[in-house]
């Protein structure tokens, strides 16, 4: 193979890889700390997918209510973590729905996601990297009265990965 051959060749390789990191979480340390905190147990959706394909999802925002009143993604409705209750779910939730579960960087909806699909929820995705990585990524978030910059950083330890957006705490 000649030299040009194999330069592109790896240009080519480089190219696809690219595009494989396109909408995944983007600071290193934070993609390195949700491979330690979340077990991954199910389905993963990245952000540039949720937002790309949102009028076909069903959100569920597994955050607490006071997080939930501070931003959250357009159209998604509130089932909280703490108190989550599969049979508190909208009746027009169908069973083959597309739900995609969020919360604040993933770990309390991958545990609602767990069960959901342990009741027989046949399409269920977390949202990697949660409503964090949605506003890191310029997505747009909601309250009551419309698009919002305002977002529920947890705490001030949690809050050192939502990048964008402004951060609230309670």
């Not at 983007?26 to 389905?43: F, N």
């Not at 069973?95 to 579960?101: A, E, G, M, N």
């Amino acid at each position: 193979m000649s030299f040009n051959s194999v330069k592109l060749l790896s240009l080519i390789g480089l190219f696809f890889s690219a595009q494989a990191c396109l909408g995944q979480v983007k600071s290193g340390t934070y993609r390195a700390m949700l491979k330690t905190l979340l077990r991954h147990s199910v389905p993963e959706i990245q952000v540039q997918e949720a937002a790309r394909d949102s009028a076909g999802i069903f959100f569920l925002d597994a955050r607490e209510p006071k997080e939930y009143a501070v931003s959250h993604i357009d159209g998604a409705v509130e089932v909280g973590y703490d108190n989550f209750d599969v049979t508190k779910l909208p009746s027009d939730l169908a069973k083959d729905s597309r739900i995609v579960v969020y919360c604040s960087v993933g770990y309390r909806s991958e545990k609602v996601a767990e069960k959901l699909l342990a009741a027989g929820y046949k399409n269920v995705s977390n949202l990697y990297g949660g409503i964090f990585e949605w506003v890191n990524q310029e997505n747009p978030v909601y309250d009551d009265k419309g698009a919002t910059e305002k977002v529920h950083a947890y705490s001030r330890t949690w809050g050192v990965w939502l990048k964008k957006g402004k951060k609230v705490y309670w």
